[in-house]
């Protein structure tokens, strides 16, 4: 939206349809410049730039976009792309010229994994596992992985901060929370282990007794490490009904510069706390599949997924992401 009155504010945060992309030209509530006098707006100017190069997925179209109205509005304006996609190389332009892989950006990759099961009320079954089955698969990936399970809330938050301080401005990190989130007035909570509200002001309680997501995604991002991943494999329920218009989960949230925001349903959905293979969930299951694919830009991997898990549950959980990376990165390549 664009507005010569700063003090009117630009669209609120969308949620695409399953197989959809939305390019916004700033972040929710901001307003995008309106060209100062050339012929152009900032964004269109460089989405003119780039939208007919061939072979080129129309979603790398918008990260060149985003990182060029960066660098010229010095990070007063920042594009952003939600995308539900289930299919990998959407071109626009298509010839028949190879696409290259370009290098990655990090040097170290690093993670940190939470899983929690045994709660005081409402148990779940494979959080553990997940956590632990990527644990595992990151190490073999080359990551250095540091891992918390059941944690209560000081171990989360001690956990979080300890890691976070190890962070260096080269290194792609990522963070992977399985267990019960909540959303309250649009903020999101991660749920420790012996979180046990009972009463009619949860309010006040889950601000005292929770894992702010805030707070995890603050601790990670001041220390400016070049890209960050955010898995949210959270608002688990055992839906026997699979009623679609249940309002569940997490809010929808905006990703900083460099961050992709995974989450394992849709915003103000419910992930399925169900196995297809005796010891995953389905999120889980179908990313242990593909994180490791050789030569295949991240996002690729996620959008995968969503595919997969939308087939395996006939549409009821559709995996979403928020993504601002400007370029391709690959957590295994050669």
Same mark, same amino acid.
Do not use: W
């Given at each position: 939206?664009?507005?010569?009155?700063?003090?009117?504010?630009?669209?609120?945060?969308?949620?695409?349809?399953?197989?959809?992309?939305?390019?916004?030209?700033?972040?929710?509530?901001?307003?995008?410049?309106?060209?100062?006098?050339?012929?152009?707006?900032?964004?269109?100017?460089?989405?003119?730039?780039?939208?007919?190069?061939?072979?080129?997925?129309?979603?790398?179209?918008?990260?060149?976009?985003?990182?060029?109205?960066? &660098?010229?509005?010095?990070?007063?304006?920042?594009?952003?792309?939600?995308?539900?996609?289930?299919?990998?190389?959407?071109?626009?332009?298509?010839?028949?010229?190879?696409?290259?892989?370009?290098?990655?950006?990090?040097?170290?990759?690093?993670?940190?994994?939470?899983?929690?099961?045994?709660?005081?009320?409402?148990? !779940?079954?494979?959080?553990?596992?997940?956590? $632990?089955?990527?644990?595992?698969?990151? &190490?073999?990936?080359?990551?250095?992985?540091?891992?918390?399970?059941?944690?209560?809330?000081?171990?989360?938050?001690?956990?979080?901060?300890?890691?976070? $301080?190890?962070?260096?401005?080269?290194?792609?990190?990522?963070?992977?929370?399985?267990?019960?989130?909540?959303?309250?007035?649009?903020?999101?909570?991660?749920?420790?282990?012996?979180?046990?509200?009972?009463?009619?002001?949860?309010?006040?309680?889950?601000?005292?007794?929770?894992?702010?997501?805030?707070?995890?995604?603050?601790?990670?991002?001041?220390?400016?490490?070049?890209?960050?991943?955010?898995?949210?494999?959270?608002?688990?329920?055992?839906?026997?009904?699979?009623?679609?218009?249940?309002? !569940?989960?997490?809010?929808?949230?905006?990703?900083?510069? &460099?961050?992709?925001?995974?989450?394992?349903?849709?915003?103000?959905?419910?992930?399925?706390?169900?196995?297809?293979?005796?010891?995953?969930?389905?999120?889980?299951?179908?990313?242990?599949?593909?994180?490791?694919?050789?030569?295949?830009?991240?996002?690729?991997?996620?959008?995968?997924?969503?595919?997969?898990?939308? !087939?395996?549950?006939?549409?009821?959980?559709?995996?979403?992401?928020?993504?601002?990376?400007? &370029?391709?990165?690959?957590?295994?390549?050669?």
């Amino acid at each position: 939206a664009r507005a010569p009155d700063p003090s009117l504010m630009g669209f609120k945060a969308m949620d695409p349809n399953f197989g959809s992309l939305i390019g916004f030209a700033c972040a929710p509530g901001c307003c995008a410049t309106d060209g100062n006098g050339q012929r152009n707006g900032l964004f269109t100017k460089y989405l003119l730039k780039y939208i007919a190069t061939p072979n080129k997925d129309i979603r790398m179209i918008l990260a060149n976009v985003t990182k060029e109205v960066m &660098e010229e509005s010095r990070l007063c304006q920042i594009p952003f792309i939600v995308a539900s996609l289930s299919h990998e190389n959407i071109c626009l332009n298509v010839k028949t010229a190879d696409l290259g892989i370009s290098s990655n950006v990090y040097e170290r990759k690093r993670a940190l994994v939470i899983g929690i099961d045994n709660y005081t009320r409402n148990p !779940l079954k494979y959080c553990i596992n997940d956590a $632990n089955d990527l644990k595992a698969t990151l &190490e073999h990936m080359t990551f250095e992985v540091t891992a918390g399970f059941d944690c209560n809330q000081d171990e989360f938050r001690k956990t979080v901060e300890t890691f976070a $301080n190890g962070i260096q401005r080269t290194d792609l990190t990522l963070f992977y929370f399985a267990g019960h989130g909540k959303q309250l007035d649009n903020n999101n909570y991660l749920l420790p282990l012996e979180y046990n509200y009972r009463g009619k002001r949860e309010c006040e309680y889950i601000a005292n007794h929770s894992i702010d997501v805030k707070f995890v995604m603050d601790e990670i991002e001041k220390k400016n490490g070049c890209i960050t991943v955010f898995i949210f494999d959270c608002c688990r329920n055992y839906v026997s009904t699979r009623n679609i218009d249940m309002q !569940l989960g997490l809010s929808p949230m905006n990703a900083p510069p &460099e961050t992709l925001i995974v989450f394992s349903c849709a915003p103000g959905r419910a992930t399925l706390d169900e196995t297809r293979n005796e010891k995953n969930g389905i999120f889980m299951g179908n990313l242990l599949k593909r994180i490791a694919t050789l030569n295949t830009h991240i996002e690729d991997i996620f959008m995968n997924v969503a595919h997969d898990v939308k !087939l395996q549950t006939g549409g009821f959980q559709q995996p979403y992401r928020t993504s601002s990376l400007t &370029e391709k990165l690959y957590f295994v390549s050669n």
